[in-house]
Nanobody, 111 residues
Framework: QVQLLESGGGLVQAGGSLRLSCVVSGDAISRYNLRWYRQAPGKDREFVAESHWNTQVVFADSARGRFTISRDNSKNTMYLQMNNLKPEDPAVYYC?????WGPGPQVPVSS
């Protein structure tokens, strides 16, 4: 059974940085496209970034230039490095792959 588990949320200030991790268990991530989404209170869940199995990456306009998505296939882990955080960035960040969602980090990104 494939499961996704996020970690790394926390309290941040505008201009700060934070790195989120998503550990995947149950299958090797090397074959999968992996994505980050986020959902702020009262708002719809929105796409943030995607890491393709073939190393291609895609970003939402809100994340491009500030966020970096990466993966370590040997650790079955995906990362989201968030720099120059803005007031609109605090949210619960979810990882997603193959129709599966993580539960969101125990500590969401907040300001």
């Amino acid at each position: 059974q494939v499961q996704l588990l996020e970690s790394g949320g926390g309290l941040v200030q505008a201009g700060g940085s934070l790195r989120l991790s998503c550990v995947v268990s149950g299958d090797a991530i090397s074959r999968y496209n992996l994505r980050w989404y986020r959902q702020a209170p009262g708002k719809d869940r929105e796409f943030v970034a995607e890491s393709h199995w073939n190393t291609q990456v895609v970003f939402a306009d809100s994340a491009r230039g500030r966020f970096t998505i990466s993966r370590d296939n040997s650790k079955n882990t995906m990362y989201l490095q968030m720099n120059n955080l803005k007031p609109e960035d605090p949210a619960v960040y979810y990882c997603h792959s193959a129709a599966l969602w993580g539960p969101g980090p125990q500590v969401p990104v907040s300001s």
